[in-house]
């Protein structure tokens, strides 16, 4: 299965945000390989909560790690069945190991939108 | 780093003054100016170096080529946002009513416009020994999420080792309120007691709730209205909101601002009553 | 005639001077377009208020006939459209009611159904109508509000005082932009001064003969003074700082009604505006 974190510019390290994080870590769990790919919503104006939560849905994750998530990507991730999962510390890695020995706890508190205003 | 963001319901709170006294108080070398669309802290907040500036890109706007319009109007049929004008015998756009919906884009029948990168305004960070963040919109563009957050991120990404971080938020209870309002340890609501004040403040707090944010009230020019100020205190008891204390009006304050200095650097009512406030938050923070 | 009054910065006192225009002219209409903090009705406290909804276009899926092939999703410039479990989702606060989803369907899969934003509240104070445009929390954009609002403002034949939001943005060039004439409402601070620049470029790039007031006036600022004679900007009035007049707005009280002298000087403001009685 697939797993999806927010990594910042050091693409080593969790983003503190994810709708406007510049890049995705994909981790493939079977094949042990993760895969950097850009935000497409890193630089819109509005909607990019949406935007990114759309990515992760067309990348078919089934589970995001993550410090933070606003309330439309996660009513949008939960529609779609994604387990939404709270990163611990800034590592990559150690965040990857730590869901997959079951470790992380599940994001239960999300933010309000930061909309592009007209 | 404690992160301090200072917010007002209502504009002319006294917003500014509160957090650029905090400023000189801390000896804060992180600061950032989230107020875009009135962006008034580097008034006070003199920095010596040059700083980095970069456009701040908005969303697209639509741009109509005059050479291959052929003034069919579809576009100005289309528009819903009353940005596009007959300039003779072609259509134009008004860059300031544009939402960049790309509808005109899509019904031209001669692709005579396209939706092209916006310069919405230019973002300015600060690296002396203080780090300073803001930004400064062209006029008719908005205050937006995108936009706050860079600026944010701007001053947390270069911020050096420091115990205190100062935002100045933006007035009202929209989205780059909203946007402010990540990351912070403490939200300071400065607050005017009046019927408005107490109005504003009402909403922005119900606006705030939701984000779990630590909160704290205090009220600014309280001897205009002793009764007010009670009333807003007695609000903020039942909310179970910390009151951190309240500011006569003082003549020095907007004197000191008028010869560009906080009110921290002058002797007076008002700074006595602002350092305990500054006490209290940073009592809130435990640092 | 419609007369806009604007600050660059919100406390300037815009509805101070906007609702005293209104109650010394007696015969008036006063709107509020600061649609996401309307104070002007603490003032006026309308009586016999009744309420309009105002309602903006959100798209709606047809299931029957959706292919799925997610060109609403991509063309939605605002992300407002999510494609989740075979069916396009719209998010309408993102929502900017563009239409454009409606019309790239391939399939006339996406209808428009309304959704409601805020209301704009008529009542009336004396002689004077008061219209309130309010913006429901959480929304977006009060623009449409704001033109529901100004719909008030047609066809009158007593001044029309329209108090605009803070702000040189798109919220404030709605209100002002069939305005014949605007006060410019500044405070004579540095603070003040740099916002009221601001709002000057915006009615100047807009064509508005503008004139200023002056409020909490406690003696010369002179970039501001020296600003407006640059300009060749008329100061129509200073209003100074009265411990009595911050009193009588902080309980949300009428100054014209409270101070009769005031009420003179009010009528006067509008006489040089070009709004008062022949």
């Known amino acids: ?118 | 780093m404690k992160r301090l963001l200072v917010l007002s319901g209502k504009g002319g709170t006294g917003k500014t003054t509160v957090s650029s006294s905090f400023i000189e108080f801390a000896q804060a070398r992180a600061i950032a100016d989230c107020d875009v669309d009135a962006p008034n802290l580097h008034l006070i907040t003199k920095m010596e170096v040059q700083p980095e500036v970069s456009d701040f890109l908005g969303a697209e706007k639509a741009e109509i080529d005059p050479e291959k319009c052929v003034g069919c109007g579809q576009c100005a049929e289309h528009c819903r946002f009353g940005a596009v004008k007959s300039c003779g015998e072609v259509y134009q756009i008004l860059d300031y009513a544009c939402e960049g919906c790309g509808i005109c884009e899509y019904v031209c029948p001669r692709s005579a416009v396209t939706m092209k990168e916006d310069v919405a305004g230019r973002q300015e960070l600060y690296k002396g020994e203080t780090v300073f963040s803001t930004a400064a919109l062209k006029m008719g563009r908005g205050n937006s999420g995108k936009l706050v957050t860079a600026v944010k991120l701007a001053m947390l990404k270069a911020a050096p080792e420091t115990d205190l971080a100062v935002i100045d938020g933006s007035p009202g209870i929209g989205c780059p309120v909203i946007a402010s309002m990540s990351g912070m340890d403490l939200v300071l609501i400065v607050a005017e007691p009046s019927v408005s004040g107490k109005n504003d403040l009402e909403r922005l707090i119900k606006t705030a709730e939701s984000f779990q944010m630590k909160m704290g009230v205090c009220v600014n020019k309280w001897d205009t209205s002793p009764e007010k100020t009670k009333e807003i205190e007695e609000w903020c008891d039942e909310q179970g909101i910390p009151f951190m204390g309240r500011i006569p009006y003082d003549k020095e304050v907007s004197k000191a601002v008028n010869a560009g200095k906080s009110v921290a650097a002058v002797d007076c009512p008002a700074r006595t009553a602002l350092l305990q406030i500054y006490k209290n938050v940073r009592n809130e923070l435990k640092i | 005639m419609k007369i806009a009054v604007l600050s660059g910065k919100g406390g300037a006192g815009k509805t101070l001077t906007a609702v005293n225009l209104a109650a010394a002219a007696g015969q008036a209409v006063y709107i509020d377009c600061d649609v996401e903090e309307p104070n002007g009705r603490l003032f006026l406290k309308p009586q016999d208020v009744s309420a309009t909804e105002v309602t903006t276009a959100l798209p709606e899926f047809d299931p029957e006939k959706c292919t799925g092939c997610r060109t609403c999703v991509d063309f939605c410039r605002f992300h407002a459209l999510v494609y989740i479990k075979d069916k396009p989702k719209v998010f309408a606060e993102v929502c900017h009611s563009c239409g454009g989803c409606s019309l790239v369907c391939p399939d006339q899969a996406v209808t428009e159904r309304e959704k409601v934003i805020g209301r704009v509240e008529t009542g009336h104070h004396g002689e004077t109508r008061v219209v309130t445009g309010i913006l429901n929390l959480g929304e977006a954009s009060g623009v449409p509000v704001i033109q529901e609002a100004l719909k008030e403002a047609e066809g009158q034949n007593v001044p029309v005082l329209i108090d605009c939001p803070p702000g040189s943005a798109c919220p404030v060039v709605e209100s002002i932009s069939d305005a014949d004439f605007c006060i410019l409402v500044a405070e004579p601070t540095a603070f003040g001064f740099h916002n009221f620049c601001m709002v000057h470029e915006l009615a100047a790039l807009l064509g508005k003969p503008c004139g200023v007031v002056i409020n909490k006036w406690e003696g010369l600022y002179e970039p501001l003074e020296e600003y407006c004679k640059e300009k060749k900007l008329p100061i129509l009035l200073r209003i100074p700082y009265e411990e009595r007049i911050a009193e009588i707005v902080s309980s949300g009280k009428i100054l014209v009604e409270e101070v009769p002298e005031y009420r003179k000087i009010f009528q006067e403001l509008l006489k040089k505006t070009g709004g008062g009685q022949a």
């Open chain 1, 1 to 118: 299965m697939r797993v999806i974190l927010p990594v910042d510019e050091e693409k080593d390290v969790i983003c503190v945000t994810f709708g406007r994080a510049p890049y995705f870590a994909v981790h493939d769990t079977e094949t042990g390989t993760t895969e950097i790919k850009n935000n497409p919503a890193s630089q819109v104006q509005g909607g990019a909560g949406l935007k990114a939560a759309q990515f992760v849905l067309d990348c078919q994750a089934e589970a995001l790690i993550t410090p933070r998530c606003g309330t439309n990507s996660a009513e949008v991730l939960q529609a779609a069945d994604v387990k939404i999962y709270k990163s611990e510390g800034m590592g990559v890695s150690q965040n990857i190991e730590a869901f997959k020995e079951g470790k992380l706890s599940v994001l239960t508190h999300f933010h309000g939108g930061y909309q592009g205003i007209r």
